[in-house]
């Protein structure tokens, strides 16, 4: 995925990227709206991992991405276009972390509207979801600030779960 804001653009993980990766995955505050909730384990962090490299064989478009300030290249999030099932249906999740050092700085917003416009608009998605446990105010003000809307609460892997959802 070719992707740039003002501020900051989008690459693929590469092995490298695990301290950064792993800086996310072992704070308990990073992950408290993540899965279930708690911090991974080296087992947990070896999975993700795979997991991540696994969504690449969709098309670089896919997948979660490291994101970087381009003025400096440090790495502050990663994000991307995600492939996911709810309800037994297909669908394209805009997914965003910012690491804790980062928080408040607009990150977040910035690049969920960049993964809209280019899932919408270069991709030719019809509808993209974003998955936001009920109480992470901050995912759910930056998915309403690029237009998104509750459809639905789901239970995702024994969490309740919010749908948001926008639509070309």
Do not use: C
Request: proline share 4%.
């Amino acid at each position: 995925m070719k992707l740039s804001t003002e501020r900051l653009s989008l690459r693929p993980y590469k092995d490298h990227d695990q301290t950064f990766l792993i800086s996310m995955l072992y704070d308990p505050d990073m992950m408290r709206f993540i899965g279930n909730g708690q911090p991974k384990d080296e087992s947990g962090t070896k999975k993700f991992v795979d997991w991540i490299y696994d969504t690449y064989e969709n098309g670089s478009e896919f997948g979660l991405h490291v994101i970087v300030r381009k003025d400096d290249d440090i790495p502050v999030g990663h994000g991307g276009l995600v492939p996911q099932s709810v309800d037994g249906n297909k669908e394209t999740e805009i997914g965003y972390w910012i690491n804790r050092p980062y928080w408040g700085l607009g990150y977040a917003t910035e690049v969920a509207e960049a993964l809209k416009k280019y899932g919408l608009q270069v991709l030719g998605e019809s509808r993209l979801i974003a998955l936001i446990q009920p109480e992470n105010v901050a995912s759910k003000t930056v998915a309403e600030k690029i237009g998104m809307q509750v459809e639905k609460e789901i239970v995702l892997s024994g969490q309740d779960v919010l749908v948001y959802a926008v639509n070309e």
